[in-house]
Each structure stands twice: as C-alpha cells, then as structure tokens.
C-alpha cells in the first residue's frame, strides 16, 4: 500500500429505515412528542453502527432528529449515554438540545434539535478548520475543570480490555501481529513508539470535560458558519487540549500546517510537544489493536478501514514531529 485507505465518512454505516422500526417504538415516540410522526427522510450513512438515525417531520410543523437502537447492538448503550450527557453541556459545546426520549422493552430513541448543516473535514480546508478550532478553544474555557460529575479518565478506556498502551511493545515482541498496509518505516520507529506509551499515564491527565471521539463526522457546520458538536456518548476527564489535538493528524493529511496552529492556539502553546505526542501516539497504538480482524457486531467493515487510515495519519504526523522518515 502506498498511502492509506480512502474513507468517505459520509458513507460509512448501514441503517434501518424508519418503516423497520417497531410499530410499538414508533407510537412510544409519537406520544413522548406529543404529535403524530407524518415523514422520515432515509437514515444518515456517517457513522459506524447499525442504529436508526435521521430526521422526521412532526404534524405539528416541527422537524426533529430521531435516533434508535434495539438492546443488541452498541448503540442501544451510547444512545442512552448521550441523552443523559447532553442536557449537561455548557452552551458553548454547541450540542443539538435533546427533545425526547421513547423506549419499548427492547428499544430505545432519542429525539434532539434538528440542524441543517454539513460535516467538515471531507477534506479539511483552512476555512472550517479554523471555524472546528474556535469551537474546541470555546468548549475548552467551560468544560475545564469538568461541570459534569463522575467521569471517568479517558485513559481507563483506553487501558479497558486489551491495553492500548501495550499495543507497540506486544508488536516487538512478536505477541501481536503487524498491521498489513502501514508506511515501511514502522517496524523501525515501534521502539520509540512503546517508549511514548511509559508517558501517556501523565500526559492524559487532566479534569476538563472531553467528548474523546471528535471526528469529523461528530461535528456539523450550519448555513450561518456555526460549529456544532454530536454524539457525545464517550464523554470522559483529560487534558483541555485533548479533542483538538485528535483533529489535527487528518487535517494535515489534507495539507493544514498544524505545527503553525499549534503554536498559536490557547489550547497548546504552553503545552510540551512529549505531551501531544504521546496522545497521539496513544490513539494511533489503539488503531492498530484490531484492523485485520472482522468489525464488531453491528458494525460495519468501514470501522477497520477508518482504523487503517487513523493508524496512518496520525504515525505520519508523529513521523513529521519526531523525525522519523529523517
């Protein structure tokens, strides 16, 4: 492979359509909105679940945003998480507002603030980056020190199951197999990659409010140039910087100057280079756990290809940094 996978994170997962929803979770809906649901447009393709999402017309005019999952699949558990979290959120996460909730014995649905708008970053252009980063600096001044109550560190999910951290050292010692497809320089580097992995302990600690999985698929651009934030299922304590920090390996692949961006942001001009690179080298360490393996249930095949193209990008923003083509 000469550069990594293509993926278009607008056509990513597989979803019911709203005729598939039980005739009980529909009604459960219609009457926690108080009006009869009269349209579905097709479900959204971003993402990597199979869970209901899309918008619905309202009898009563309005249009809403419907997501749904029955208890077998992932998004049954991050649906409910979101709609607890959401009402949560300082106003500067840009959050959709949740309207509703519905559940039947083996369903649940959230319904939030429709908005019209775009995903960014497909590619990157200095335009929306600088309208992504102004919202994360935003989130930043309210979501440090946490208002919300018993996070957890997002470094336990990262040491839940088989450690992340324990990734690059398995890899040398031959426990755990090498990616296919990754830059020929790799094997060289996973020496300095599993010396990365003694820091992030410290690096990641922090008491700010992240959401941990801002990609670009979380975020929507509107008409009026306003960011907004989604799925908020994975929220967790680390660093101020954290979310921002995760958007900068794809924006460079799409040629932003990230180094630049870096030194100029609030977010991390103080903040010692070790200590980025570590959470990056940490991501890129988690996607390389599974991508030769079968996607989870209920997932798509897209997931191991957005695992190959994040393993990718964010080894060769460390390559940029740590000099390791040289």
Same mark, same amino acid.
């Given at each position: ?30 009457v926690a909105l ?50 607890? =979290?959401?009402?949560? &959120? @300082?106003?500067? %996460?840009?959050?959709?507002?949740? !309207?509703?909730? /519905?559940?039947?014995? $083996? ?78 320089? =790799?094997?060289?580097? &996973? @020496?300095?990659? %599993?010396?990365?992995?003694?820091? !992030?302990?410290? /690096?990641?600690?922090? $008491? ?111 390559a940029t940094r ?5």
């Open positions: 492979m000469s550069g990594p996978p293509d993926v278009d994170y607008s056509a990513t997962s597989s979803r019911p359509t709203w005729d598939a929803l039980p005739e009980a979770l529909q009604q459960a809906l219609s108080g009006t009869d649901i009269v349209s579905a447009a097709p479900s959204v393709t971003s993402g990597f679940t199979g869970g209901f999402a899309a918008p619905v017309r309202l009898a009563d005019g309005r249009r809403v945003f419907v997501k749904a999952s029955d208890k077998t699949l992932h998004s049954y558990g991050a649906y409910q998480r979101e709609a607890a =979290v959401v009402p949560q &959120l @300082p106003a500067a %996460a840009q959050a959709p507002a949740i !309207v509703t909730t /519905a559940r039947t014995e $083996d369903w649940f649905a959230v319904v939030s603030e429709w908005v019209d708008a775009r995903m960014p970053g497909a590619p990157w252009t200095p335009a929306d980056f600088a309208l992504v980063t102004a919202r994360c600096e935003a989130m930043a001044e309210t979501l440090a020190p946490s208002p919300i109550a018993g996070l957890e560190s997002f470094l336990k999910d990262l040491e839940s199951g088989e450690s992340a951290l324990l990734v690059p050292s398995q890899i040398l010692a031959g426990d755990r197999p090498l990616p296919r497809g990754l830059q020929e320089w =790799v094997p060289r580097i &996973l @020496p300095e990659l %599993a010396d990365l992995m003694n820091a !992030v302990p410290e /690096a990641l600690s922090g $008491d700010a409010a992240a959401h941990t999985d801002l990609r670009p698929d979380n975020l929507l651009i509107d008409m009026t140039g306003t960011c907004w934030t989604v799925d908020w299922n994975w929220l967790a304590l680390g660093p101020r910087w954290l979310d921002w920090v995760g958007l900068l390996p794809v924006a460079q692949h799409h040629g932003i100057d990230t180094g630049t961006a870096i030194r100029s942001s609030p977010l991390t001009a103080d903040v010692p280079a070790d200590e980025l690179d570590c959470f990056v080298a940490v991501v890129a360490a988690y996607m390389l756990k599974h991508p030769d393996t079968p996607p989870p249930t209920g997932t798509t095949q897209a997931l191991r290809e957005h695992q190959r193209f994040y393993a990718w990008t964010f080894l060769d923003w460390l740590r000099g390791w083509t040289a």
